[in-house]
């Protein structure tokens, strides 16, 4: 330590001895580092605040400043600008330091530097004694902790300078006199079984007496070398404390001379290495395992130096190459390596961490090798690479799968843009969707646009009539209940100028873990719009050639119906002049106006242009519905025979287009019997269970189906044509008998329904067409109305009871007897209904006032709007409409109670009736009786 350290003054009682104990600290190598080299400001103060001590840092950190600070009181430091206060608080913190419990107080003060920051520094004063146990100083420690906060550690494990030194390093360290004795050791002594009490006074050599005379000849040639030694020396003792237990230790010995250069003490310190012994003895047994395994890796190691100089090649680049180590060491390997890829070993490693290349390599059996070398570096303290070490794999296997997946890649890529078909994965866990171009086109949004949720997202896109029935679909395939998932639906896609309606079909699977949990779903979809609306003009055109036969065929029965009505009106006419009463005569007229009534509903529902929907119905209504509208349509003696039974399970669709199917392939088996003198169609239905192998044959998934089969007894169809059925415009028939759009329309209809229809030769003759449509399992739950209108009539749904009655002879229901008289505002623009209204209703306690010009019946209502109870009108008038008169009515009386009859109901106008909450809607032709009960119930 130089004088500008220190200085030799003693003024005080205790500061020789304190600097006596500098001067020790200062020919301690371990200690010095610790007061001396420390990177922060250290002080030695005697018991009156006197500076006796300062490290390099303080040195050279207060350079000029540093004689106005050595010698004097620590609060004279110009640093603290001569502020007399700082006297007292430092007075009064090395007083708090003497009585602290452990000799250590620490704080942090701010000092206020003129034109500078103000300085934040933590200060630890620590009490210095001496062996006595007497104070003799104090050691200040300071830090900028502004500047240096995060070497706070640091400072805390050097605040008691000496302690740490001694005291309570974690080394056994003893302090020896010049002939080897022990002066002192610190408390680690006690790690190896023995006592400060016991070791003092004694030599190594009589602690370890039990140990050979040669160990004591090496313990005492060490203390002879420490007399002349003026640097540590280090020693590392390794000894055998039995079969499976070694102590392996680090010694240093250090010599503390005097001024004099005389020895004075040795200072000895024990570092236990037992663990880096063993350490490196297993690190030398897995070099061994290491090089072994090397050895058995398919993979070829190797090593380099660091401009790429092999010195190191496996066994296995010998087997692959058939030339040896050596000559592989010292080739250029430019015959092995292919031309093209010969730049990539030439080229130099550079400076990146981690090589990774491809190239060409000629095997023992000359055949061009695909191999993948990657590498890594070793780098040196400054950052420059010494060596390299890597590993080569043969990938040509590799290689060319990967090569074929990439061409069948391309070719499934080219075949889906053809296609137009999208493609997703839903990751079901995260809840993550990834999908392509394609599908973000045809459904209008990407992944961010669905939100966290995607399946709320998705799901709100879909058409509100389509949810219900994508939802649990997707909800069967997920679970497990069903292995596949195809549906058609609508998607509502915003494209900018609005939202339209888009048709898809979606195809999808579920992967499921080996736990049985759905893991993703795999699926692709497509855009059918174009085909829907293709499909849905084809079945509306088949539509109308069905009708047009059905029309002509049912005329006859019509006509006859008519001219029984007609007759009976005259015979009717003849008893009432002759004084006898025509009840028979009405009852047969009554009859016959039923019958033709009947037959012309059928023929309206089946013609009604309305919107597809989805409804649980019963299939069994339907099939009975079609064939009463085609049997009058038979020739010759052709009959039908229907077998349904009773529990047949409810399906989900839309009952008139299935009443279509009906119709069509009843009308091809009836045109398929006109020549055969005792034809026969025979309909029947039943449940069937599709396992793999039969779903397969149909496009089906697995499940529970009702079949319905048409079969007739006829010539049957051309052999070799079943599969061109269906084709649109395909038919059998002669020119002018038909377009071959019924057959088309059916399966365009079934597929709608997820289900499938196909040809078959029965081997009894004739054809039979056969229809799968899928069960709906959960009966219970409730289906999705058409509509909420009250008396809509629509295949295979029920409505309220009427007076009405279909079936031949059946007398009409007598009303009950009304509680008060109704006044009713009847309006239609045919003149007989309302004549008509106007003579049978009061007979029904309903007074009638009638009108064939809605505004006449407007103007009177408004004169007097308390007269009426009830409105009665037709929807389509030539002045003013049903719903127009409504509107106006109620303007006038809100809610008043309004009947609604027509020919006609479009969707629209079943939109525009739910909206205005008409209390019922009847449809033409509707009988008085109708109107009666419905006038009734709703002004009750």
């Not at 890529?413 to 394609?438: I, Q, Y």
């Not at 036969?549 to 007759?567: C, E, K, P, Q």
Request: net charge negative; aromatic share 6%; with cysteine.
């Amino acid at each position: 330590m130089s004088a500008q350290h220190t200085t030799t003054d003693p003024s005080f009682p205790t500061q020789s001895e304190l600097r006596q104990l500098v001067a020790d600290v200062q020919r301690n190598t371990l200690s010095r580092q610790l007061f001396f080299d420390a990177s922060r400001f250290r002080a030695i103060i005697d018991l009156d605040g006197v500076v006796v001590a300062l490290n390099d840092f303080a040195v050279t950190q207060r350079g000029a400043d540093v004689d106005l600070i050595l010698d004097r009181p620590f609060w004279e430091d110009p640093i603290f600008n001569g502020d007399p206060l700082w006297e007292g608080r430092m007075r009064s913190r090395f007083a708090e330091a003497l009585t602290s419990p452990n000799d250590t107080i620490e704080y942090e003060d701010r000092i206020d530097i003129e034109d500078e920051a103000p300085l934040l520094l933590r200060v630890r004063i620590a009490v210095v004694r001496n062996h006595e146990d007497v104070p003799i100083g104090f050691l200040l420690d300071s830090q900028d902790v502004g500047r240096e906060h995060r070497s706070r550690a640091l400072v805390r494990e050097q605040q008691r300078l000496l302690h740490v030194v001694f005291e309570r390093t974690f080394q056994l360290v003893a302090i020896l006199d010049p002939t080897g004795r022990i002066i002192d050791v610190n408390d680690a002594i006690s790690r190896i079984g023995l006592t400060r009490e016991v070791a003092v006074g004694r030599t190594i050599q009589e602690l370890g007496a039990s140990e050979s005379e040669e160990r004591a000849a090496e313990w005492q040639a060490r203390v002879d070398a420490m007399q002349t030694a003026t640097e540590p020396r280090r020693y590392f003792d390794v000894r055998e404390l039995g079969a499976e237990q070694t102590i392996a230790t680090d010694v240093s010995m250090t010599p503390v001379r005097n001024d004099d250069g005389t020895l004075d003490l040795i200072l000895l310190e024990f570092r236990d290495q037992t663990e880096r012994h063993e350490a490196e003895e297993r690190l030398r047994d897995s070099e061994e395992r290491l090089r072994l395994l090397v050895e058995a890796l398919p993979q070829m190691v190797w090593a380099t130096t660091a401009d790429g100089r092999l010195d190191y090649l496996s066994p296995s680049w010998q087997e692959f190459t058939g030339r040896t180590l050596k000559e592989l060491v010292e080739d250029d390997w430019e015959d092995m390596v292919h031309p093209d890829d010969y730049h990539l070993l030439t080229s130099g490693f550079g400076d990146a961490p981690v090589i990774d290349i491809e190239f060409r390599m000629k095997n023992r059996d000359g055949d061009w090798r695909w191999m993948h070398s990657r590498a890594r570096s070793v780098v040196d303290a400054a950052g420059n690479v010494r060596r390299w070490y890597g590993a080569t794999t043969d990938v040509t296997e590799r290689r060319e799968a990967e090569e074929l997946r990439r061409s069948q890649a391309q070719q499934i890529e080219a075949a889906a843009e053809l296609s137009g078909m999208g493609s997703f994965v839903w990751d079901l866990p995260s809840n993550t969707l990834a999908t392509d171009e394609r599908y973000e086109r045809i459904m209008g949004f990407n992944e961010e646009e669905l939100g966290d949720d995607k399946w709320a997202g998705f799901i709100e896109r879909v058409h509100p009539d389509d949810r219900d029935r994508v939802a649990q679909a997707v909800g069967r395939v997920v679970d497990g209940s069903e292995a596949r998932y195809h549906e058609e639906y609508r998607m509502l896609v915003d494209d900018g100028s609005g939202v339209e309606e888009r048709w898809v079909v979606c195809s999808a699977s579920v992967e499921h873990d080996e736990q049985g949990q759905p893991v993703r779903m795999y699926g692709a979809l497509e855009d059918i719009t174009i085909a829907r609306r293709e499909d849905e003009a084809r079945v509306r055109l088949q539509k109308v050639e069905a009708i047009g036969t059905l029309v002509g065929a049912i005329a006859h029965d019509f006509n006859n119906v008519i001219g029984a009505v007609l007759t009976y009106a005259r015979v009717a006419e003849a008893e009432m002049q002759a004084g006898e009463l025509p009840e028979e005569s009405v009852a047969e007229i009554a009859r016959g106006a039923r019958r033709a009534a009947d037959i012309l509903g059928r023929l309206m529902a089946f013609g009604r242009e309305e919107t597809p929907r989805r409804i649980r119905f019963d299939v069994a209504e339907v099939v009975e519905e079609a064939v009463a509208l085609v049997r009058p349509t038979l020739k010759g003696k052709a009959s039908v025979d229907v077998s349904l039974p009773g529990d047949l399970p409810p399906l989900d669709g839309d009952p008139t287009q299935i009443h279509q199917v009906m119709v069509n392939l009843l009308t091809n088996a009836g045109q398929a019997l006109e020549n055969e003198p005792s034809g026969l169609i025979t309909v029947r239905a039943s449940v069937v269970d599709l396992d793999g192998t039969v779903a397969d044959g149909t496009g089906l998934g697995t499940g529970r189906y009702i079949r319905i089969t048409v079969h007739d007894n006829g010539p049957g169809f051309p052999p070799g044509i079943a599969h061109r059925l269906f084709d649109p415009f395909f038919t059998t028939k002669p020119a002018g008998k038909g377009t071959g759009l019924g057959l088309s329309a059916v399966q365009s209809i079934v597929r709608a329904h997820r289900g499938a229809v196909s040809a078959i030769e029965p081997p009894t003759g004739g054809a039979m067409f056969s229809v799968l449509l899928p069960v709906v399992e959960d009966a219970a739950s409730p289906g999705v109305a058409p509509s909420s209108l009250p008396d809509v009539i629509v295949p295979g749904m029920t409505r309220e009871p009427s007076t009405r009655e279909a079936a031949d002879g059946a007398e009409p229901v007598a009303p009950p007897a009304p509680r008060r008289r109704i006044n009713a505002l009847f309006v239609d623009d045919e003149p007989a209904l309302v004549r008509l209204a106007g003579r049978a209703m009061p007979y029904r306690d309903i007074d009638v006032s009638g009108h064939v010009d809605a505004a006449e019946a407007l103007e009177l209502f408004k004169a007097q709007p308390e007269d009426f109870d009830v409105l009665v009108t037709d929807l389509s008038m030539p002045t003013m409409s049903g719903f127009e008169l409504i509107d106006q009515i109620r303007a006038v009386r809100p809610g008043f109670p309004v009947v609604l009859t027509s020919g006609y109901l479009g969707p629209a106008d079943e939109q525009a009736a739910i909206d205005r909450a008409i209390d019922a809607v009847l449809p033409k032709p509707c009988s008085i009786e109708d109107i009666a009960a419905a006038v009734r119930r709703i002004t009750s």
